[in-house]
């Protein structure tokens, strides 16, 4: 186990849905984040929380709106969502935001599909 | 604009034998580089991190190496084995107040029978 983990893995949902994706890290990290990964291109930064702070969004569409209620857990609520949003949304910990040699801790993502 | 490139995009070759990935970068003021493994269906992993002090670094049959001048990373794996098939993906982290990462997009490699 990664110590980072996604539910559901795998989500299909219709454009007109509301879902919500959920992440949880169980490594006393202060920073969170959330990555779309989409075919053949690379991953891209969607929101960072650092000590439950939003620092990050990196103009994102309002569809997806992140929520961090503390440290630990993470959510990524969506609504209205369009078919080029298919992809595997990664949710990612550190140990506080930008510290330089710390790795990211990654969950093993949902896999989203928007029919 | 910071910039990572890797190459190649995929990779096929045989169980046992050696193979280099390629990763070249704009990314300015340098921090550091590292290398993660993507397993299919899994999140990527952290193998390796290279500093701008240091050449080479190994993690078990994995090879890092950088050339700061030249900017310029390889992962050499050696004796491959079948659970080496995965994505390998370069991130580059820049040294300011950001701190930000520059991703790229990966080397498919997979290691066949």
């Known amino acids: 186990e990664t110590g980072v983990t996604q539910t559901p893995r795998h989500l299909v949902m219709g454009m007109t849905n509301k879902k919500s994706l959920k992440c949880e890290q169980h490594?006393?990290?202060?920073?969170m984040y959330w990555y779309k990964q989409s075919a053949k291109k690379p991953l891209e930064l969607m929101f960072v929380y650092n000590f439950k702070e939003q620092t990050e969004n990196n103009s994102v569409p309002s569809r997806f709106s992140p929520e961090c209620p503390n440290s630990s857990h993470l959510f990524l609520h969506l609504h209205t969502l369009q078919p080029e949003d298919s992809a595997l949304y990664l949710c990612?910990?550190?140990?506080?935001?930008?510290?330089?040699?710390?790795?990211?801790?990654f969950g093993n993502g949902t896999r989203l599909t928007v029919t | 604009k910071n910039q990572v490139e890797q190459s190649p995009q995929s990779l096929i070759i045989l169980e046992g034998k050696n193979c280099t990935l390629q990763?070249?970068?704009?990314?300015?003021?340098?921090?550091?580089l590292r290398w993660y493994k993507q397993d299919t269906g899994r999140g990527p992993v952290s193998l390796t991190i290279?500093?701008?002090?240091?050449n080479t670094k190994s993690n078990g049959r994995y090879t890092a190496t950088l050339d700061a001048d030249t900017k310029q990373s390889s992962l050499h794996i050696t004796a491959s084995q079948l659970s080496d098939s995965a994505s390998y993906i370069c991130v580059v982290r820049e040294n300011n107040a950001g701190n930000m990462l520059t991703f790229g997009g990966g080397t498919r490699l997979m290691v066949k029978p």
């Open positions: 290279m500093t701008f002090s240091e």
């Open positions: 990612a910990s550190s140990q506080r935001q930008g510290q330089e040699n710390s790795p990211l801790h």
């Open positions: 990763c070249n970068y704009t990314v300015s003021p340098f921090s550091n």
């Open positions: 490594l006393g990290h202060n920073a």
